[in-house]
């Protein structure tokens, strides 16, 4: 059985192949960029994050392992992501993650339950997960798009587990609200 064209790509990079670094860098550049802006909202930042993290995937190329299709990719996408969490760690407030008690209500009205997406750009909604304040953003992107659970986040940043949920649930109901205004502007 012949190497697929990631092993064969993986095992240039291993051997420093200035090429292989290029030809990576072009193909994957523009998605990883995008997933980093997921995490820190400021552009500029994002890409010094991008930066970063090609630094550390052509330095830590041996320690890949090919387990087939998208695998590379996905190995990437996680050095991406903790470049991006280690950055708001460092530079963001602590406080950033509030407890329950700290947060305003959000009215029932404002809950997401029955939210249609399917009329809403893409763009739109990731300029708006782009404006919820670090910790909402933070949490909403490692629960809903890296699938991690409330303990899971809870250990990998260091906050309570309830911190966690509750900072992910108003992140939803405030992402529905300015869904709901978004629709209704558009159909005034």
């Known amino acids: 059985m012949g190497r697929t064209a990631g092993q064969k790509l993986a095992e240039r990079l291993k051997n ?7 030809e990576l860098y072009g193909l994957y ?15 500029e930042t994002a890409k010094d994050i991008l930066q970063d993290s090609f630094v550390k995937i052509f330095s830590s190329i041996g320690n890949f392992q090919d387990r087939g299709e998208g695998s590379m990719k996905a190995w990437m996408s996680k050095i991406v992501i903790n470049e991006a969490l280690k950055h708001l760690r460092k530079t963001v407030r602590n406080d950033i993650f509030v407890t329950s008690a700290d947060l305003p209500d959000i009215p029932e009205d404002e809950d997401d339950s029955g939210i249609d997406l399917k009329d809403i750009p893409a763009s739109v909604i990731q300029d708006m997960i782009l404006r919820l304040p670090d910790g909402y953003r933070t949490v909403f992107n490692l629960y809903v798009f890296e699938e991690m659970s409330h303990k899971e986040i809870a250990e990998f940043l260091g906050i309570k587990e309830n911190s ?12 529905a609200k300015w869904l709901n205004d978004y629709r209704k502007e558009r159909h005034d």
């Open 16 to 22: 420093r192949d200035q090429t292989a670094m290029r």
């Open 29 to 43: 550049s523009g998605y990883l960029y995008a997933l980093c802006r997921r995490y820190v909202s400021d552009k």
């Open 164 to 175: 966690s949920a509750s900072q992910y649930h108003r992140a939803k109901a405030l992402l």
